[in-house]
């Protein structure tokens, strides 16, 4: 029996006034070990930056494989995260082997690509353009020449001491839970801690994508699994991201927010209207239906309290027809039996024989946000309501060259056969049935590459064929500009330091606070440096390219003073002026004396990327002590009372806020 050890966390990490820091401050580095380190890292610093220089193919696509090893030692030193005196031993291990690694790029003869086993490898991320690490088990049998191999992406635990450091040192020395025959497996760091949510599940997508560059992956034969947290990501990853594997095995760890924290946490629970709503991110149980295409085997101890995961998805996945497969290992607490290993493993095998299905003759989709708006063959366009329940099912006839659809809270999609994947005849126009209607005998012919695409819009009550038409000075939500706050810091960003004065010193000085929590913190919790530029050094280049995060208000930062004007809530000279459009009067005005406006929109600048007033990611200290906390805590906009202080829940007193309409306007209520 493999033992894992559970979170540490219970009922003494439920009181927001005593909140432990997360990750803990590491141990002091005697003085001869310090200076040993910073001139081994001076050496290394050195024959990086060499390589940097160079402009090959070669380098530019390794080199992320040799910087991972500097940014381990380097953090672990500069940040005080060695957690044991072992560590110290470890970094100046992963300094020579990072030398070793740059020695061998600098004379274009790296070994590791090649190398079968336990390989430690990299990539810069979009979001900041910090290199994060991965690990990966390279089966004996691995051939850059050979067929195509399966993959499977295994998520760790929750490790609140899992720096760079103890990540790739564990990537290094053990293989861990699972290694398949002829089978690459893919361990995603994750940015952390955070169940591969938020930056940390665009970590284990880049990660992924850097392995199909460099490996020969099957792409029908992709799997999510883990255990503990990393079951917890696995459950996600499935819900969220089901036409890409063939295969789920989550285990223990927790599948939605509100019922984990009360069973397992003993945490009294008493949140916002929009909280509430924003618990559907996350929350498997509300996209269980997408399961029906995927395979899925959970696996639990039977005496393991976080057994509650599968269960409650067992009983969100029986509403629709669907039995859970749950093998539960007997008399186990917090860990994986190894007779249930070998269960697992002969189901896995015996699933990826067949291999993911990419064209299934149905599709069931759930979706309450548009990040996510895609399974098989059937995309989401438009919603009627972001965080209610969207859905789509799906059938195609081949024989009788039909597809049929019935929705509910959307109001445009797409059906897309790619090339060669269309099932259906090239002589006879595809008949489209939409809720019952009929449409489309005149909806187009399979194309002579066998791809067959079809969009569709809602006017009123009728659905017609076609994209949407432009609509004069409107932006509708859409996928990858949907919001809320948090959707921001899931793609490139910059922070853009105010360098006026604000209209108010207590603006002024939370505004700067605030930035500074926000730059340290997200080293903290999502492992980068976060990028910040003045806001008169923002460049075209900038707008084009990044989520713009403006910190101050329209006076102190020329930037927002730049858009204040075509945003959703108007922030003047005067107040803060919270109205809808078609209001006769504002729900709320807020005085600039002693409010800030937090909010994300469309940039006016450039539609295609965000704009965001005073706010990072949203969830904060308290949240970090359980995994399950760690969503998002404010919707599109929110207003600060200043009078009241920061503290690890909020940024100061919300005193009002809401999310926008899909065209980007202000509701009028809830």
Not at 15 to 22: A, D, F, H, I
Not at 208 to 234: C, P, T, W
Not at 546 to 561: C, F, I, K, R, T
Request: hydrophobic share 35%; glycine share 6%; charged share 25%.
């Amino acid at each position: 029996m493999c033992s894992l050890s559970a979170a540490a966390d219970g009922p003494a990490d439920n009181n927001p006034q005593t909140v432990r820091r997360v990750p803990k401050l590491g141990i002091e580095v005697p003085a001869d070990k310090r200076a040993a380190l910073e001139e081994q890292l001076g050496g290394f610093d050195q024959a990086i930056s060499r390589l940097r220089l160079r402009t090959d193919p070669l380098t530019r696509d390794l080199l992320p494989d040799v910087e991972v090893y500097y940014k381990a030692a380097s953090w672990a030193l500069k940040y005080q995260e060695f957690f044991d005196p072992k560590e110290i031993d470890v970094a100046f291990a992963l300094i020579k082997e990072g030398m070793t690694r740059a020695e061998q790029l600098d004379q274009k003869k790296p070994l590791w690509p090649e190398q079968t086993g336990l390989v430690v490898r990299g990539y810069v991320s979009k979001i900041d353009g910090s290199v994060q690490p991965y690990g990966l088990v390279i089966p004996k049998s691995y051939s850059d020449k050979g067929p195509r191999v399966r993959c499977d992406i295994w998520f760790h635990g929750r490790g609140e001491t899992l720096s760079e450091l103890n990540f790739i040192n564990g990537r290094r020395t053990s293989i861990g839970e699972y290694a398949p025959a002829d089978t690459i497996v893919l361990h995603p760091y994750g940015r952390y801690c955070n169940a591969a949510k938020f930056a940390g599940e665009i970590d284990a997508l880049e990660a992924l994508d850097a392995v199909q560059k460099h490996y020969r992956i099957d792409e029908d034969r992709i799997s999510v699994r883990g255990f503990s947290m990393g079951g917890a990501s696995a459950w996600q990853f499935a819900t969220h991201y089901t036409d890409r594997w063939f295969a789920a095995n989550p285990g223990a760890g927790f599948s939605e927010t509100p019922d984990f924290l009360k069973t397992f946490q003993k945490e009294t629970l008493n949140p916002t209207w929009w909280e509430q709503k924003l618990w559907h991110w996350y929350d498997c149980t509300d996209w269980a239906a997408n399961l029906y295409n995927l395979p899925t085997i959970a696996y639990s101890g039977e005496e393991d309290s976080q057994k509650q995961a599968a269960d409650i998805m067992a009983e969100a996945l029986k509403k629709e027809g669907i039995t859970l497969t749950h093998i539960i290992a007997p008399k186990t607490k917090h860990s994986i039996h190894k007779d249930s290993k070998v269960e697992i493993e002969k189901r896995m095998a015996s699933i990826a024989a067949k291999g993911r299905q990419p064209i299934p003759t149905r599709v069931t989709f759930v979706t309450h946000s548009l990040r996510y708006n895609r399974n098989k063959w059937v995309g989401v366009d438009e919603l009627d309501s972001h965080w209610e329940p969207a859905r789509v099912t799906a059938y195609f006839d081949a024989k009788q060259h039909r597809v049929m659809l019935w929705t509910k809270n959307v109001s445009a999609l797409t059906v897309d056969f790619p090339a060669g994947s269309a099932p259906f005849n090239f002589d006879q126009d595809v008949t489209l049935s939409i809720n019952d209607g009929q449409h489309g005998r005149g909806a187009g012919r399979v194309q002579s590459d066998r791809s067959w695409r079809m969009q569709l819009h809602r006017s009123g009550s009728d659905w017609k064929i076609g994209p949407r038409p432009a609509e004069p000075n409107i932006t509708r939500k859409t996928h990858g500009l949907q919001g809320p706050i948090d959707d921001a810091f899931m793609d490139s960003f910059i922070f853009v330091r105010p360098t006026g004065k604000a209209r108010s010193e207590a603006m002024d000085k939370w505004s700067k606070a605030e930035l500074e929590r926000a730059i340290e913190h997200w080293r903290r919790h999502f492992r980068g440096d976060a990028r910040v530029k003045d806001d008169k050094d923002i460049t075209d280049a900038d707008i084009a390219s990044a989520n713009l995060v403006l910190w101050g208000d329209p006076a102190s930062n020329s930037v927002m003073g730049r858009v204040a004007g075509e945003l959703p809530i108007q922030w003047n000279e005067k107040a803060i002026a919270v109205k809808a459009a078609d209001a006769p009067q504002p729900r709320g005005t807020f005085d600039n004396e002693n409010h800030a406006l937090i909010l994300i929109a469309p940039n006016p600048l450039n539609r295609k990327r965000y704009v965001v007033l005073n706010s990072s990611f949203t969830f904060r200290d308290y949240a970090y002590l359980n995994n399950a906390r760690q969503v998002p805590m404010l919707p599109d906009w929110a207003v600060v009372d200043l009078r009241t202080p920061p503290n690890t829940v909020w940024p100061g007193k919300i005193v009002d806020a809401g999310f926008f309409d899909e065209k980007w306007r202000l509701k009028k209520e809830h």
